[in-house]
């Protein structure tokens, strides 16, 4: 028998699930605390909670057919607020529920859809093909949901029974229960099998598990198969008569839960065991078939949640007060009907319940404009937080974007809470007005003003809230809201701003971007100046990585042309003083320029105000750059010249030759120009700028030399005008030195016949075969003519052979060959082969062009003949290296007596000579000098000795001399002497150099301000050095004056360095350092993303921002150093975000507190009664210690509350029940060892 009831508004009595029930007779009073007992306040775990439709099995012979399966299906599950992952609902549809979403789309090829429920739980409904639906369901449950784990305990030998094989049942039961099962290894002696997942899927996976155990024990297994319905009145509530069962008979019984479509029941044990189970088992279905009935009620899908309770506690709580089995229909059907099933007189108390759970929640909506949201709740949530103090059972939820509010709770108190809601929306609206004006957004930041003055300035003078779009918006709607009166003068006051704006003009000027730095000056101080004055006008400089050369200017028009005006003087004036010009100097007289410890240089440049540039030492080049206005560094420049005119005979002419030949007499990269300057001995020759239309050519040099070089250029001008032919022709490199023969003596004669001009490539060059005729075209084709003969006998190669004593050999094999190296390179690559050592031939072979041969071979006899002239003994074999000084000067002092000369040879040998033109030379060196004049192991006098073919002598240290003694030709042993003492002139120079760099100066400086001189990683002790050219050492840890800083360095320049530190010293004394207190919800946002925003700020006012550290007592502890001034202004700069950016946070998180689901606002109770029963302390009824023969827990003992690891065995059995040990063991995490009582 069955009967249907129908829902109505009238039986709503109580608050929704989570709620204590009060008795409809009303024996207990509303405002009497309520004490619940102890199974109320302690419920036990249900094992199967939510029933399921009961299924049928078909009958007859249409069961003999296969259904036919959809290929496509779906599935709808829903994930309950508290196991979501998840719960940030102001991105839903946009945050990490999405993103996760797409991924598992992409991964499975299944559809999903994503809903949010009224409790904020999350419906999920997949579509697709069976496997992808399953595959995609295991992934949203491990992603999506939070996750449990358990273990299950089945014999080892079942083990590979739940693998199945290859795998292949393992990997079903994981997708079929979304679930992750860990089987332990085979070697590994436990056997608990783990299964991670959310609380339904692991009592699938359990089930099955064990179920896969029970088919493979030996013991009997015997399946029952009842209908669902009545698998409740076998488990009882909360699982508490199958419990009973299994201890009684002690056999183990598997219901499946209630989302388990099955009706198979198993049971498993000894047989006897599982015999009475049975029986008992069958006595309770035939029981219950025999005496129940159903009735079904029609109750709205939105109210079964209330009806099923938080975790399904409210059916449980039925079945258990009456007896009777609430069975909902699942969530993804339709139906609305509820069917109750019990014995007929305990069906009416059930249906009463069913209706005060159903009824014991409505929902009211409120309609009141988005706009006014805000203002509803208040400033930090005031407004709203009177309304769910007053009623702490209402959730008031609000929704972005729309105008509706949402209420729910108890059915009186909603409507206390609706009609406030509707008094404050009343009020509101009769108060506040709002106001939409368009602006461009390219005016946004210029209303907000620097550091949201303007904005801040109107929201004080008008009360009213101004909301600006963000500028990645992109959108110029600024709403205002607030006292309609003062709405309208803060639009009025905005509108003209933007008028304003529109009327402003933007001009850009081109500033080349070397000149920006100069413009804004060091920190800014110029800058600063051209800012002050024009203080409407906003300059705008390009961004250094962009390497743009505009700079912006914005404001009124007339001020935006004065700016613009000055600016572009200022930078005439730039570009005045960074004239250029290069002036070549001999690299011997640089020296001399730079002058005793730079003082000529020096004052050189103060004089003129200019920049000087001398090249590198080891840099070939001899130009000095000149950087300045025009008219000073021509000044330099004759200063410069002055000085090297005074130090040589050098004399400067001037040559008028029309510029539209210049570029033609330099020509290409110069090479014209510099075969001219090579050839007259290295002169300067110096061209006008192209483009300045100057015919003026300057020379300078030696005197002979400068007036050839003028004849030279004046010729080949004329020739440039009267005929500019030429030609090219190639040759090998090593024949160009033999064309152009010793001392150009070749190429002279070749030019004298022709009359044309013949240029050689320079070793920079990439062409070295090319020759370049220039002239007359007669002129030309002859002198090629003449070359190509020249080339041609080259190309012709012959072998010839001449003699030469053996004892003249080593003069030329030694050295590693260096006079053959000669004879090679000056006679067009020949080659010549002596005889190998240790034969007597005499006979020597040279191979090359005939013409380069017959030279070589006239030299090789000149150097022999000048080898003969010498009388000379036998080469003495004696293994003496070069650097062994001392026996050098033992043999020379031995041989001298004899009249005979010791010359030294690179073979590392030595050859005694005697040579009648020879002269002996004493110089004057003082004995401190010898070892610089000698070198390392005597390279340097090795190289005098081998430059001017003579002889030296250096005393021993022990004879405390001076006299260093050379020996030769009168005219090498004159060179050699001006090269020793040049020598020494240098060391001297150097000498000096070093006792004036040695200038120290000392500066005590307390080290706390030591780390701010050196800098970060020494940038500021850095730049110091490299200003002043000092050397700035700071104490070591060590040290005993820990506040002495000591500069060496030149005097001048020591003396600046130390004015500079204590200048820096000052301003770091004149620093203070404040300390405010910033909420640290904001200071994330104050430093920004990687600390831009912090570094941008503390450039803007020039001072330095420490933020606690995480784990800081303080934690809102934000400490600001810096002049007095800068810190004053930083702070209040700071202060002002800190409120700005504080009612954003409020903002949102007032808002998130009301949009948190109903079950973690309800209950929270907040006027004064409950707050006197929390003082009291928790109470319950008919708990365990209560009974007679027990007492309560003592809260202190570790006994009865022991801590997690420690060993204290129990004593006794308390009132508590016996005690369980559960062993928690996961890879890589702690062990824990907890200890449970079951009641």
Not at 366 to 379: C, D, N, S, T
Not at 908 to 935: D, F
């Amino acid at each position: 028998m069955s009967s249907v009831a129908v829902l109505t508004q009238e039986s709503f009595a109580e608050h929704r699930s989570g709620l204590k029930d009060v008795e409809i007779t009303g024996s207990v009073p509303e405002d009497e605390a309520y004490i619940p007992t102890y199974l109320e306040a302690f419920p036990p775990l249900p094992d199967k909670s939510t029933p399921g439709e009961k299924t049928g099995e078909p009958a007859g012979a249409w069961s003999k057919i296969r259904p036919i399966k959809a290929s496509v299906i779906t599935q709808v599950f829903h994930v309950p607020l508290e196991e979501r992952r998840y719960k940030d609902n102001s991105q839903f549809g946009e945050g990490e529920e999405a993103k996760v979403c797409l991924d598992i789309m992409q991964k499975t090829g299944a559809h999903i859809e994503l809903s949010l429920a009224k409790d904020q739980g999350l419906s999920i409904m997949v579509t697709g093909k069976l496997d992808s639906v399953m595959k995609a369901r295991k992934e949203i449950v491990a992603r999506l949901q939070t996750q449990a784990s358990a273990t299950v305990l089945i014999p080892k030998e079942h083990h590979r029974f739940v693998i199945g094989k290859n795998g292949e049942k393992l990997q079903e039961l994981e997708l079929k229960t979304a679930t992750k099962i860990a089987i332990p290894r085979s070697d590994d002696p436990n056997a608990n099998i783990r299964i991670t997942g959310t609380k339904d899927g692991i009592e699938k996976a359990r089930h099955e598990i064990q179920l896969i155990s029970a088919e493979q024990d030996k013991r009997a297994v015997e399946r029952l198969s009842f209908e669902k319905a009545f698998h409740p009145f076998i488990s009882g509530a909360y699982n508490r008569l199958v419990q009973e069962l299994s201890q009684e008979t002690g056999a183990r019984i598997s219901i499946p839960p209630p989302s388990v479509p099955k009706d198979e029941i198993v049971i498993t044990g000894e047989k006897e065991a599982v015999a009475m189970a049975i029986a008992r088992i069958r006595a309770i279905y035939e029981e219950k078939k025999r005496k129940t009935t159903t009735i079904s009620v029609e109750v709205k899908k939105s109210q079964h949640k209330y009806i099923v309770g938080p975790k399904g506690n409210t059916l449980q709580e039925i079945l258990e007060n009456t007896g009777v089995s609430v069975e909902m229909p699942p969530l993804d059907s339709a139906s609305e009907t509820i069917i109750l099933r019990g014995e007929p007189d305990k069906l009416g108390p059930a249906l009463t319940q069913v209706y005060a759970k159903a009824k014991s929640v409505i929902v009211v909506e409120v309609i009141a404009p988005a706009w006014l949201h805000r203002f509803i709740i208040g400033k930090k949530g005031q407004n709203i937080g009177r309304i769910t103090q007053q009623l702490p059972k209402v959730h008031i939820e609000f929704t972005d974007g729309e105008e509706r509010i949402s209420l729910e709770g108890p059915t009186e108190e909603v409507e206390q809470a609706q009609a406030q809601m509707q008094e404050i929306i009343k009020d509101l609206m009769a108060r506040m007005d709002y106001a939409e004006i368009n602006i461009d957004h390219r005016f946004h930041r210029h209303l907000i003003g620097k550091n949201g003055a303007n904005i801040n300035r109107i929201k004080e003078q008008y009360k009213v809230s101004v909301r600006i779009p963000q500028d990645s918006e992109r959108c110029g709607l600024v709403r205002i809201e607030g006292d309609p009166q003062g709405v309208q003068l803060a639009r009025k006051e905005l509108m003209d701003m933007a008028q304003r704006m529109e009327n402003e003009r933007t001009k850009d000027l081109i500033i080349e971007q070397k000149f920006h730095r100069s413009i804004i000056g060091q920190k800014g101080e110029k800058i600063k100046e051209v800012r002050d004055k024009f203080p409407e006008v906003i300059i705008i400089f390009p961004d250094q990585q962009q390497k743009s050369d505009i700079v912006q200017l914005r404001g009124p028009k007339n001020e935006v042309e004065k700016c613009a005006k000055f600016l572009q003087k200022l930078i005439a004036e730039l570009v005045e003083s960074s004239f250029s010009i290069s002036v070549p100097i001999h690299k011997q007289f640089h020296k001399n320029i730079i002058g005793k410890g730079g003082a000529n240089i020096k004052k050189i440049r103060e004089e003129t105000n200019t920049k000087i540039d001398l090249p590198m030492e080891n840099s070939n080049s001899e130009m000095i750059v000149i950087t300045g206005k025009k008219s000073s560094c021509e000044a330099a420049r004759d200063r410069i010249l002055a000085i090297q005119r005074e130090l040589a005979n050098l004399k400067e002419a001037e040559v008028s030759i029309p510029a539209k030949l210049h570029n033609s007499l330099i020509g290409s990269k110069g090479s014209l120009v510099r075969s001219v300057m090579e050839e007259c001995g290295g002169v300067h020759i110096h061209f006008p700028a192209e483009g300045s239309g100057l015919d003026k050519v300057t020379i300078r040099g030696p005197a002979e030399e400068v007036e050839r070089a003028k004849r030279q250029l004046l010729q080949l001008a004329e020739e440039k005008q009267v005929n500019n032919f030429s030609v090219e022709l190639q040759a090998k490199p090593e024949y160009h030195k033999f064309l152009i023969g010793k001392g150009g003596a070749n190429i002279r004669r070749v030019r004298d016949r022709t009359g044309a001009r013949i240029i050689f490539p320079s070793p920079d060059e990439p062409e070295q075969e090319h020759i370049t005729i220039m002239g007359k075209e007669e002129a030309v084709w002859l002198a090629q003519k003449e070359l190509e003969t020249l080339i041609k006998n080259l190309d012709d190669v012959i072998e010839d052979s001449l003699v030469v004593d053996p004892r003249h050999h080593r003069h030329f094999v030694c050295r590693r060959g260096q006079v053959l190296r000669e004879l090679a390179e000056e006679y067009g690559g020949v080659a010549v082969s002596f005889p190998r050592t240790g034969t007597q031939s005499d006979n020597i072979t040279l191979k090359g062009p005939r013409e380069c041969v017959d030279a070589a071979k006239k030299r090789i006899q000149e150097i022999v003949q000048e080898l003969v002239s010498f009388i000379s003994s036998p080469c003495i074999n004696i293994a003496c290296k070069c650097s062994d000084f001392s026996t050098i000067n033992s043999i020379y002092t031995t041989v001298q007596q004899f009249g005979v000369t010791l010359m030294i040879s690179d073979c590392h040998y030595l050859l005694m000579c005697h040579q009648e033109s020879q002269v002996n030379v004493e110089v004057l060196i003082p004995q401190r000098y010898h070892r610089a004049v000698m070198g390392a192991k005597g390279c340097k006098i090795q190289q005098i000795t081998r430059e001017h073919e003579v002889n030296i002598w250096v005393p021993q240290p022990e004879q405390q001399s001076d006299i260093i003694k050379i020996t030769g030709q009168v005219a090498s042993v004159e060179r050699a002497k001006q090269g020793l003492l040049q020598r020494v002139k240098e060391l001297q120079a150097e000498q000096e150099d070093r006792a004036l760099r040695s200038y120290k100066v000392t500066l005590s400086v307390d080290p706390k301000y030591h780390p701010k001189i050196i800098g970060r990683k020494g940038a500021v002790i850095s730049q110091i050095r490299k200003d002043y050219d000092v050397n700035v050492q700071f104490p070591d840890k060590g040290d005993e004056q820990q506040d002495v800083i000591v500069i060496s360095g030149y005097e001048r320049n020591a003396n600046e360095a130390r004015a500079a530190i204590e200048q820096l010293v000052a301003a770091l004394q004149d620093m203070v350092s404040e300390d405010i207190r910033l909420d640290r919800r904001v200071h994330a946002r104050i430093i920004g993303a990687r600390g831009k925003a912090i570094r941008k700020l503390m450039e803007e006012f020039k001072v330095d921002i420490r933020f606690p550290q995480p784990g800081s007592e303080d934690p809102s502890k934000v400490t600001v150093t810096g002049l007095p001034e800068n810190v004053d202004n930083a702070i209040d700069h700071l202060l002002n975000l800190e409120e700005e950016y504080m009612l954003s946070v409020t903002e949102t998180e007032t808002m998130a507190s009301y949009m948190k689901p109903p079950s973690k606002t309800m209950g929270a109770g907040g006027n004064d009664e409950d707050n006197k029963a929390l003082a009291k302390g928790f109470v319950v009824r008919d708990a365990p210690w209560n009974a007679q023969g027990n007492k309560a827990p003592d809260m202190s003992s570790a006994e009865e509350f022991p801590t997690f690891g420690s060993g204290i065995a129990p004593k006794q059995t308390s009132a508590w029940g016996p005690k369980k040990e559960i062993h928690l063991n996961a890879p890589g995490l702690l062990n824990f060892h907890l200890t449970l009582t079951e009641r």
